[in-house]
């Protein structure tokens, strides 16, 4: 039985964000990420879910005029990631992210998921080979590419591209994994073999996932956050949010009264 006493490994405190131009998209968000737990943001589309997400690994910056307020702390270091003096390539190596739809880069199997490591200054051939078959395995892809780990990454199938970025985010051992609808561009059993994937990986790291499908929020997360218009409406134990919400407008959405 979970406890209150799960350890937190990331936690926004009063987050806002606001886009150029000044469209506050984030409103005063305060909320953990436990530890080796799936934590799934819902709500209606624009609410704000992805926009919150993208703060972890300070997407934002890549865009002038995009502004953070509050902090995101992680633990145990206790950094505020949102610190100015603190690197974002660095916070993108220990919060890493898969997209909506597979984005693998122009290059082969193998140098996809070597990318993270080479970036790091890896050069070191043995370590790289060593990390390319372990983050394949853990993305459960690596009996699939084993014997053609120099083909082009576009000659795999969605749901294999898809389990190819995850490969990639898992090389540099990151601590967090955000994963922004990660299987809405997947048949349904790529998908059924994504969120079996996630399951697993929680073990080892923590994970936010954005979904607009309920069902798959049920199915794969320990805590659901509800989101609307950019405020945090209600966050707690998944079981819970789907059977005893406390709030009314948790109830009406997840009923599909609303959105
Ligand atoms: N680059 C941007 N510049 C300005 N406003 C933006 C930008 N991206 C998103 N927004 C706005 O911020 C709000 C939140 O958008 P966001 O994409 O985070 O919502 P979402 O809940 O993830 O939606 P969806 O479920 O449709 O993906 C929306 O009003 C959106 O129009």
Redesign the pocket.
Known sequence: MMTTTTPVKAEARNLSFF???G?N?VKNVSMPLYENKITALI??????????LRCFNRMHDL?PGNKYDGQIIMHPDDTNILEKNVDPIEVRMRISMVFQKPNPFPKSIYENVAYGLRVRGETNRRVVDDKVEEALKGAALWNEVKDRLQDLAFNLSGGQQQRLCIARALATDPEIMLFD?PTSALDPIATANIEELMSELRNKLTILV?T?NMQQAARVSDYTAY?YL?ELIEHGETDRIFTRPSRKETEDYITGKFG
Do not use: I, L
Not at 47 to 52: A, D, I
């Open positions: 886009y150029n131009g469209h998209a709500g209606p589309s624009g609410c704000g879910k992805s926009t919150f865009y609808e954005v607009h989101m950019g």
